[in-house]
């Protein structure tokens, strides 16, 4: 999958540029995955000092909203929907002239079987031995429950986790990857320190979670970051992402029936 996006091409911008460049970076991770961090942080150095061990302690990714269902309908909707607003911003932001955001980072359909196959392999690379990596670090207790999902049964339960899936692949592989990787390209940034950096932000952003998915979520932010930079196309990793929150989100109330020992 030849790199078919200006990520390779994309040259440092003049020194007088760079501050704006900061400031416009700082605004958009305070408006969105930044502000995630540093909740999860402040999250997780609270859960270390408490006197239940983390592997004692849950955390919900789709929590039930409301008690009522047409209410806890539309919370859990509106909560994926506003989020990508964020996207559309960077997006505009990388907005060319004769140049779309979205064709500049990758994510259009001139490609889409590529994408789609690249997506499913990094799926199979980084799902499975995710699941795995995850049970083990609960055995290892560094990692608390993560409950993906519990939400009640209802007509709109899969379709509304599938945009959760969706939104939060979106959000990540479009800010943390195509938007983040062309602005500290433009601020002259090496390719390795590049990836090494969006992978600690991606991981950081896990750390309510535990220290395992802070791990887990880091090795993958490393392997999209290289594949991007190789692939030149966001697309792939939205896809890849997507399966696998879905999955996640979707095969939880399987998994804690098939090993109620790891999710107890």
Same mark, same amino acid.
């Given at each position: 999958?030849?790199?078919?996006?200006?990520?390779?091409?994309?040259?440092?911008?003049?020194?007088?540029?760079?501050?704006?460049?900061?400031?416009?970076?700082?605004?958009?991770?305070?408006?969105?995955?930044?502000?995630?961090?540093?909740?999860?942080?402040?999250?997780?150095?609270?859960?270390?000092?408490?006197?239940?061990?983390?592997?004692?302690?849950?955390?919900?990714?789709?929590?039930?909203?409301?008690?009522?269902?047409?209410?806890?309908?539309?919370?859990?909707?509106?909560?994926?929907?506003?989020?990508?607003?964020?996207?559309?911003?960077?997006?505009?932001?990388?907005?060319?002239?004769?140049?779309?955001?979205?064709?500049?980072?990758?994510?259009?359909?001139?490609?889409?079987?590529?994408?789609?196959?690249?997506?499913? =392999?990094?799926?199979?690379?980084?799902? $499975? +031995?995710?699941?795995?990596?995850? !049970? /083990?670090?609960?055995? %290892?207790?560094?990692? #608390?429950?993560?409950?993906?999902?519990? =939400?009640?049964?209802?007509?709109?339960? $899969? +379709?509304?986790?599938?945009?959760? !899936? /969706?939104?939060?692949? %979106?959000?990540?592989? #479009?800010?943390?990857?195509?938007?983040?990787?062309?602005?500290?390209?433009?601020?002259?940034?090496?390719?390795?320190?590049?990836? /090494?950096?969006?992978?600690?932000?991606?991981?950081?952003?896990?750390?309510?979670?535990?220290?395992?998915?802070?791990?887990?979520?880091?090795?993958?932010?490393?392997?999209?970051?290289?594949?991007?930079?190789?692939?030149?196309?966001?697309?792939?990793?939205?896809?890849?992402?997507?399966?696998?929150?879905?999955?996640?989100?979707?095969?939880?109330?399987?998994?804690?029936?098939?090993?109620?020992?790891?999710?107890?």
């Amino acid at each position: 999958m030849p790199n078919t996006s200006t990520f390779a091409a994309e040259t440092p911008v003049e020194r007088a540029q760079r501050p704006r460049l900061w400031w416009e970076i700082a605004i958009v991770l305070g408006l969105s995955l930044g502000q995630s961090a540093v909740y999860s942080i402040v999250t997780i150095v609270d859960r270390s000092t408490q006197s239940t061990p983390l592997a004692d302690q849950k955390t919900q990714v789709n929590p039930v909203q409301s008690t009522r269902e047409v209410f806890d309908f539309l919370y859990q909707v509106l909560g994926n929907l506003f989020p990508l607003f964020a996207v559309a911003l960077v997006i505009y932001l990388l907005w060319q002239p004769q140049r779309s955001g979205f064709r500049r980072i990758g994510l259009d359909l001139t490609r889409p079987a590529r994408d789609l196959g690249g997506g499913m =392999l990094l799926f199979l690379a980084i799902g $499975v +031995p995710g699941i795995l990596f995850y !049970a /083990l670090t609960r055995l %290892l207790g560094i990692t #608390v429950t993560v409950e993906a999902s519990t =939400l009640n049964a209802h007509w709109w339960t $899969v +379709p509304v986790l599938v945009l959760a !899936a /969706l939104r939060a692949a %979106l959000q990540e592989e #479009v800010i943390v990857v195509g938007y983040l990787f062309t602005r500290l390209r433009q601020l002259n940034w090496g390719t390795w320190t590049i990836i /090494l950096a969006a992978a600690v932000l991606r991981g950081s952003y896990h750390l309510y979670q535990g220290f395992g998915p802070f791990v887990g979520n880091a090795v993958m932010g490393v392997v999209f970051g290289w594949c991007y930079t190789r692939w030149g196309r966001v697309a792939p990793l939205v896809v890849a992402h997507t399966v696998i929150d879905i999955v996640s989100f979707v095969g939880y109330p399987l998994a804690v029936a098939w090993f109620p020992s790891i999710f107890a």
